[in-house]
């Protein structure tokens, strides 16, 4: 009854000048607009930024082999640590932490050829759990390489994008023949293109991949250039590390505390760093968002301030023929509350359709700069948080003038002119 | 007139003023706008209070109306002390016990006539079909049955105060506080509200009517007469 009356009156009684109604409600699309687009792209970028982060792939430890510091068991420091391709078995046989292993192997310049094509491009020799460790996702109608390619050391490569496109041109390589150092190669699969901000040795797009059993028949290579590893849990990464140098620094004779023997990078923390990032990224632009839809809140309050002043006397003779506050409040907060509706409601309209738009542009962007901006996203925390900031506007905007109104005595109230 | 004197005599008080003091702070200085008011008004009385302007009238028919609260004193209203209510309870005194008719009407003026009279019944909590026959009834025995839907501003002045009238009566209030009704009509309109006051007050209304002009409180039949914020006489014919 009392809400049905608070309609009511609030259906009956509303009367706020068109021009006004007009400014206010752009205020608010306005402010609308520009906090949807501002968090859909933040949203976006952090799409891009996590998914970048996780490209190279996620929570793995990337060791070089490197020199002793510190003397151990009798042998001087300044030694060489070398790996061999089997010690990714031994990792994964002596550390039940890590579920993953794979040596690494390269060549900066072996010479890819296909027809009259020749170019200069590096190649890498890898086990085949290197593919999900480092997101080799294939493209339809290929595959990445598997255990029976490195036990019979088959001489198959798993080809980057760009590499193979540059190689290949329209043809669709995967089949195809090719030689590697005047070897022939058939090409198993292809890479999904991917966002991938950490590298070393160059963006996977450009890699060739196979074997690495096939990669030191072929090269007559003994040791390892990189290890890769992945331990069951983010979580796990430190134990597994640890772990990682006593078994290592047992085979090889240096002290487990001595980390130059081995450098490990691992993508745990920068993938920490990323995240914070982008939430700091976010909370930025929505504070931006936020302080322009603010503006539009002042706009509301001042015209709601300037409706109520215009309507003291009015106020007075409702409060003389026995309304309660609420009832003098009521229609107010809500008509200040259905003003911030409308402009929310076309500041939504108009901001979606602008994220949608500039999402297709995007889908097609050619540009690398375009392609890291990510597609702006109106996702449902943009659209709860708008709402939210809208309400809480629309209410104090109406709140705080109204209730100013009704706190003084009816009698001062009518006197109003 | 005599008959109704005497049915006055033995009613009980409507309005019991003991020692009733109204100071405002204006920030520099104290005013004191009522200085000890002392006023009992029967029920069913017809009373005007007059006075010059300054006299205090204007701050006395606030307290009376339950718009403002006294500085000091005790006011009883049908038996209920209200001089320390707060904002909601005396909004619901106000809407039960009183109703207001103003010098400029007060309607409001985006609303029609109907709608204008239905406010107090709303706010009372009346159901649907009792606030429509009651609106109706009240907008005919003032004469504007063929007025109902028009709003404020496509009515003459007289009509407006009769339409301040029938929402003054919606609520059946005890008491009809009226503030100088005629001062913005002209003299057959003001003489014509005048008549239905009269009429009120023969039906067994209690009405208090403030006013400057004498002519106007010659025809209560009783006259308190304010000065400096204090009754000087007070007389019943």
Known sequence: ?417 | MSDRRSKVASNGSLIEMRAIRKVYDTGKHEVEALRGVDLTVRKQEFLSIVGPSGSGKSTLLNIIGCLDTPTDGSYRLDGEEVAGFDGDRLADVRNRKIGFIFQSFNLLPQITAYDNVELPLLFKGAGARKRRERVEALLSQVGLADRMDHKPTELSGGQMQRVAIARALACEPDLILADEPTGNLDSTSGADILHVFEELADAGNTVLVITHDHAIADRTERIVTLQDGEIVTDETR
Request: proline share 4%; hydrophobic share 45%; aromatic share 8%.
């Open chain 1, 1 to 417: 009854m009392r809400l049905g009356l608070v309609f009511r009156l609030f259906r009956s009684t509303a009367s706020i000048q068109r021009k006004r109604m007009i400014l206010t409600v752009t205020a608010i699309a306005w402010g609308t607009i520009s906090i949807v687009l501002l968090l859909s792209f933040g949203e976006g970028l952090k799409h891009t930024l996590t998914a970048g982060s996780t490209g190279l792939g996620e929570s793995i430890a990337i060791c070089w082999p490197g020199e002793t510091q510190k003397d151990f068991a009798g042998f001087p420091a300044g030694r060489e640590i070398s790996l061999l391709p089997g010690d990714a078995d031994l990792l994964k046989k002596s550390i039940p932490e890590i579920t993953s292993a794979s040596g690494e192997m390269q060549t900066w310049s072996a010479q890819l050829s296909y027809g009259r094509k020749n170019l200069n491009k590096r190649v890498v020799g890898v086990h085949p759990e290197w593919g999900e460790m480092r997101n080799q996702v294939p493209q339809a109608g290929g595959r990445f390489l598997n255990e029976l390619d490195q036990e019979l050391k088959r001489r198959v490569a798993f080809m980057g994008w760009e590499i193979a496109q540059d190689l290949f041109g329209e043809e669709d390589p995967v089949g195809k023949t090719f030689t590697i150092n005047r070897v022939p190669f058939t090409v198993v699969g292809v890479m999904k293109d991917k966002i991938q901000m950490g590298t070393y040795g160059g963006p996977d797009k450009n890699n060739t991949v196979i074997p690495i059993s096939t990669f030191e028949a072929l090269m007559g290579r003994r040791f390892v250039s990189v290890m890769v590893f992945k331990p069951e849990t983010p979580e796990l990464m430190e134990v597994a590390k640890k772990r990682f140098y006593e078994v290592l620094g047992g085979k090889y004779r240096f002290d487990p505390t001595d980390e130059r023997a081995i450098g490990i990078w691992d993508t745990v923390e920068s993938q920490r760093l990323t995240a914070n990032m982008s939430i700091g990224i976010e909370i930025f632009l929505g504070i931006i968002g936020g302080l322009t839809l603010l503006i539009g809140g002042v706009g509301v309050a001042n015209i709601m301030y300037a409706a109520i002043t215009h309507r003291t006397r009015e106020i007075g003779v409702l409060m003389a023929l026995g309304a309660r506050r609420s009832y003098v409040m009521g229609p107010l907060v809500l008509e200040s509350l259905a003003l911030t509706f409308l402009g929310g409601v076309i500041g939504i309209g108009v901001g979606g359709a602008i994220v949608q738009g500039l999402a297709y542009l995007q889908q097609n962007a050619q540009s690398e700069a375009m392609k890291f901006l990510g597609e702006p996203t109106f996702s449902l925390p943009v659209a709860a948080t708008t709402v939210l900031l809208l309400g809480s506007i629309g209410f104090i905007a109406g709140y705080f003038p109204s209730r100013r109104a009704v706190s003084i005595q009816p009698a001062e109230v009518l006197r109003y002119e």
